[in-house]
T-cell receptor, first 116, second 112 residues
Framework: EAQVTQNPRYLITVTGKKLTVTCSQN?????MSWYRQDPGLGLRQIYYSMNVEVTDKGDVPEGYKVSRKEKRNFPLILESPSPNQTSLYFCASSGVRDRGNRDTQYFGPGTRLTVL | RKEVEQDPGPFNVPEGATVAFNCTYS??????FFWYRQDCRKEPKLLMS???SGNEDGRFTAQLNRASQYISLLIRDSKLSDSATYLCVVNGGNTGFQKLVFGTGTRLLVSP
């Protein structure tokens, strides 16, 4: 079954305590992305990756880091979380067949993060 | 001005009704367009891509007007299970899902 998994699903932490949200996909997709969703603002892209060792900033990258050492995994790292990073986070992956024929995009189930 | 604008709703309709959602986008260089569906507190799911010629998938019809930078989604014969938030999504990048910009969504409530 095509799947994107995220862990943890829920996390309450305190300001400044480093955390990592893992994301893994089993579809051998090249593209992976991280989004955050906030009321009234919709989903906003944090970072994306086009393949192993290739990452780029999205619209709201400040305070986040990512890495793509393996194709299936794309962890999101918050080195020093702050309360304004309290949000619902989604990981997504999509494949590339050829220039005109795209695979669909799958989202993970989401991680609800609260930073106190 | 937001890059992708949608009426937030909610749209309250009875079962069987036809409902239309509209969306405008500001980046004229956008290449790909999509409608996603999101159920409460769940992940978004791709409903359909939107092509210049318009496309239909069962009860759902999507249309794109590049000149007006306008996208629409029509749902015919609404079902209770159609209740969800519908997200208009535009890609300004060169590839399908690389740099997506999401609207804030239009909420649909279908009642018996």
């Amino acid at each position: 079954e095509a799947q994107v998994t995220q862990n943890p699903r829920y996390l309450i932490t305190v300001t400044g305590k480093k955390l990592t949200v893992t994301c893994s996909q089993n579809m051998n997709h090249e593209y992976m992305s991280w989004y955050r969703q906030d009321p009234g603002l919709g989903l906003r892209q944090i970072y994306y990756s086009m393949n192993v060792e290739v990452t780029d900033k999205g619209d709201v990258p400040e305070g986040y880091k990512v890495s793509r050492k393996e194709k299936r995994n794309f962890p999101l790292i918050l080195e020093s979380p702050s309360p304004n990073q309290t949000s619902l986070y989604f990981c997504a992956s999509s494949g590339v067949r050829d220039r005109g024929n795209r695979d669909t995009q799958y989202f993970g189930p989401g991680t609800r993060l609260t930073v106190l | 001005r937001k890059e992708v604008e949608q009426d937030p709703g909610p749209f309250n309709v009875p079962e069987g009704a036809t409902v239309a959602f509209n969306c405008t986008y500001s980046n004229s260089a956008s290449q790909s367009f999509f409608w996603y569906r999101q159920d409460c507190r769940k992940e978004p799911k791709l409903l359909m891509s939107v092509y210049s010629s318009g496309n239909e998938d069962g009860r759902f019809t999507a249309q794109l007007n590049r000149a007006s930078q306008y996208i629409s989604l029509l749902i015919r014969d609404s079902k209770l299970s159609d209740s969800a938030t519908y997200l208009c999504v535009v890609n300004g990048g060169n590839t399908g899902f690389q740099k997506l910009v999401f609207g804030t969504g239009t909420r649909l409530l279908v009642s018996p």
